[in-house]
């Protein structure tokens, strides 16, 4: 990172996603826990912009604040046909953030979509899908950039707008030809390219220096997102991505090496000492009460609880590998301890099981029965096609039943995880504070914020090389097995056995661990963690934002040209 006296420092600072106040995935966790920083740094010159988006209800994470520049947001609606809302996001930290409509847009589309190929050669003839919608906003935001800009005349200001994800591209672009002394940083955490060479059962690594981006794109049926996403990593002042695999996608897809940004994590919210004891102990307590309802039996209270979770990308995220794991875990004859594997993927589902409503009303769970409720012994949730779910044939194939004398269950939580699912009524990191350990197998994982997300709560991990956090803490300090509180697995396209068995291995020897062994792990995990929030990343992005400023002005001291002149 730089020094602090080489940093040229930004006056003003834009920054644009799908996910601002809209809680999507991980770039969600990544601004959201990132914006704490920003504010220490840059109070209240830090803007995010997002979609305004929410139509029946407000989003729960916005808090409006109609005096906020009220009288700019005037000016652009009259003169400008802009409608914006200001408001604060309610994270810690509290940043200014624009709501933004842009249903307006779509009527210039077409318009648009020229203009950009001529100033750019944005390909986006074979757009479908959420293509439109991306762009129309994309394109919004750097409208509304551009009107702020003006309105409060910053030409003297250092003034950077940093856009994320191939979704915001067409916003990049739009600065560069309309507004160029803003320096531009735009953020890919995972390449379109990649992720569907991937997600395709194509090996990624072995070919990854033999690859064409545009060529797979075509082969993919990707080519107006990659488009996008390529001109917008050349074009800009800075180009960043979350992590060294990451970087060396982009380098052979879009001819352009990034900076890298690691993501790291917000810890104040999370519990300390009593208070994390005792949401540990009624996290664990749902926990069980749920798996015997599901499974129709009793579970030993000091049953061994694993996880995984994330979006449901069966491969990438290696729900796979992980069920394959639990199998071996399951066939091992010298396992005396009740062990039960979380999934928790949201997928396609009606809503929560009315039989397990009924039946959590009651009280305590019947366990006379000896069998489960609607002779379901692994979902949570209903699903809408169970008989197509790959979680669920998995599981028929292997043989898993959930029966009383086996020691190894799996629980499918198909639900997002909000507080508010109708089994456990908890968020994610309220169950996730009661897990014993987490496993993410990933083949796909640019950064990986679950494995980053378990170690902050004191969680022992299980990640691998293919994951960028997974790739950051092998370099910090990883002992062979999880005497240090995480352990990263070596993956690669042809190993997969050899993975699978790594991790039943680990997982064993885990259940014979004592209540205080496991206790000193916790400790390990949480260690980690103080080496990866954002006090110590913080800087690489600010490192970003002056190389951005300084490539700014190296580009204004020459003739301004786009591509396409």
């Known amino acids: 990172m730089l020094t602090n006296d080489s940093l040229i420092v930004p006056d003003y600072i834009f920054e644009t996603s799908w996910e601002v106040c809209n809680k999507v995935g991980g770039i969600y966790t990544v601004l959201s826990t990132k914006a704490n920083s920003l504010q220490k740094s840059y109070k209240d010159c830090v803007f995010f912009i997002g979609p305004d988006a929410w139509t029946k209800t407000e989003s729960p994470w916005f ?14 609606r009259i003169n400008q046909g ?3 809302r200001t408001g604060r996001w309610k994270v810690p930290g509290k940043p200014i953030v624009f709501l933004i409509k842009f249903d307006q847009f779509f009527q210039q589309k077409n318009d648009i979509y020229a203009q950009m190929w001529v100033d750019f050669g944005v390909d986006s003839l074979s757009a479908y899908g959420d293509y439109d919608e991306s762009c129309m906003f994309a394109y919004a935001t750097g409208v509304v950039i551009e009107s702020f800009y003006r309105y409060h005349r910053l030409e003297t200001k250092n003034v950077v707008a940093h856009f994320n994800e191939w979704m915001l591209g067409m916003g990049a672009l739009y600065i560069k030809k309309n507004v160029p002394k803003i320096a531009t940083v735009f953020t890919t955490h995972a390449t379109t390219v990649g992720r569907s060479i991937a997600g395709n059962h194509l090996p990624l690594y072995d070919n990854l220096k033999t690859y064409s981006g545009d060529q797979m794109a075509r082969q993919l049926n990707i080519v107006a997102k990659h488009s996008i996403e390529k001109l917008a990593a050349q074009n800009v002042d800075c180009f960043t991505t979350v992590s060294d695999i990451t970087a060396q996608e982009c380098a052979q897809f879009f001819h352009r090496r990034p900076e890298v940004t690691p993501n790291g994590f917000e810890k104040d919210f999370i519990p300390k000492g009593e208070a994390h004891k005792e949401m540990r102990k009624k996290a664990r307590q749902n926990l069980l009460r749920v798996a015997e309802l599901v499974t129709g039996h009793s579970i030993h209270k000091d049953a061994l609880f694993v996880s995984i979770s994330g979006r449901y990308e069966y491969k990438n995220k290696g729900i796979d590998v992980f069920i394959e794991a639990m199998n071996q875990v399951r066939k091992t004859p ?59 044939n998995h599981l ?22 909000n507080g508010d699912d109708g089994i456990f009524n908890m968020d994610y990191y309220e169950m996730l504070i009661g897990m014993d350990l987490t496993v993410f197998p990933s083949y796909y994982e640019p950064w990986g914020y679950t494995p980053h997300e378990s170690v902050a709560f004191s969680v022992p991990t299980v990640t691998t090389s293919l994951a960028g956090f997974g790739l950051w803490a092998k370099k910090i300090a990883n002992e062979k097995g999880l005497s240090d509180g995480f352990e990263v697995i070596s993956r690669d396209d042809a190993n997969q056995y050899e993975v699978v068995q790594e991790i039943a291995s680990l997982i064993y020897d885990f259940s014979l661990k004592s209540v205080e062994q496991i206790t000193l792990l916790r400790g390990c995990a949480l260690k980690l963690s103080g080496k990866c929030d954002w006090k110590h990343f913080i800087g690489y992005y600010k490192d970003a934002y002056s190389k951005a400023l300084h490539n700014s002005f190296v580009r204004l001291s020459k003739p301004h040209k786009l591509n396409g002149e």
């Open 334 to 392: 010298q396992i005396t301890k009740d062990v039960v594997a979380f999934i928790m993927v949201p997928a396609w589902i009606e809503g929560p099981r009315t039989d397990l409503q009924k039946e959590q009303k009651n009280g305590t769970p019947k366990k006379k029965k000896g069998k489960p409720l609607s002779g379901d012994p692994f979902t949570t949730h209903k699903l809408q096609d169970p008989s197509h779910d790959p979680v669920l």
């Open 63 to 76: 808090e409006e604040d109609k005096k906020l520049y009220a009288r700019w947001k005037n000016f652009a």
């Open 82 to 84: 802009l409608h914006i």
């Open 396 to 417: 028929s194939y292997l043989g898993f039943g959930n029966s009383k004398k086996e020691h190894v269950k799996i629980i499918f939580v198909p639900s997002y995880l």
